[in-house]
């Protein structure tokens, strides 16, 4: 009992070290990058009309066939290729979308950045309608995500960050400095820290050399 007694404590005092390192971490990133947007003009870029609340939800569902079809298109121009570009940039930055409550929490500290590569998204298949070969394709998107607008009653959410449009060369980098007080990405984090240190030292001990017993 004593022995499950230590190792309970000493599981705590890793995941609160795992917790705290994290935290620091996340503290040394917002002051190293200074803004959550990267330093630079969006004058040089390519502008990105904005993306409603309500429409980051839809257009999230068909990220993937947006982005398949248009890196499957031919005759694209490029403006075309620069905010697709853009967009498949900012879904790394946003951590591919995985953090719980990056599209429809507005207090997430991904919700501005994945506002960015839905709009570009957005962008990218309405550009795709104007496109002989892949019209059709985009069309069919489109009606997919204007029926489901309506079925899900979407259409009139917003957020603070629906009037706010984007521009190419302007990457939206999270919130890292609120990570701490969003309690899903923290833990999120956390626990993925807590995953690969496991994975970590169970291969050192893996492909650690075993002593060899003497004859």
């Known amino acids: 009992m004593r022995q499950a007694g230590g190792m309970a404590r ?18 040394i990133a917002e002051n190293t990058l200074a803004h959550s947007r990267s330093a630079g003009g969006g004058h040089a870029g390519l502008d990105i009309p904005k993306i ?5 939800a839809v257009i999230s569902d068909y990220r993937s066939r947006i982005i398949d079809l248009a890196s499957r298109a031919v005759d694209t121009n490029e403006p075309f290729r620069r905010v697709l570009n853009y967009a498949e940039i900012q879904y790394s ?9 990056s599209v429809t929490d507005e207090e997430s500290p991904f919700n501005e950045c994945a ?3 839905l709009a570009a998204a957005k962008a990218v298949l309405l550009s795709m309608r104007e496109m002989p070969r892949e019209a059709a394709a985009a069309g069919e998107i489109v009606s997919a995500v204007d029926a489901d607008m309506v079925r899900r009653s979407l259409a009139l959410i917003t ?3 629906s009037g706010e449009a984007f521009n190419t060369a302007d990457v939206v980098k999270p919130r890292w400095s609120k990570v701490p007080l969003h309690a899903a990405s923290m833990a999120s984090l956390t626990g993925f820290a807590a995953l690969f240190a496991f994975v970590v030292v169970a291969l050192g001990r893996f492909l650690r050399p075993k002593a060899q017993s003497s004859e």
């Open 93 to 101: 930055y946003c951590l591919w979308g995985r953090m719980p409550g």
């Open 115 to 117: 506002h960015a590569y």
């Open 159 to 161: 957020c603070r960050f």
């Open 52 to 56: 409603s609340h309500g429409e980051m």
């Open 10 to 27: 000493d599981l705590y005092r890793w995941l609160a070290f795992l917790g705290l390192s994290a935290c620091l971490l996340l503290f």
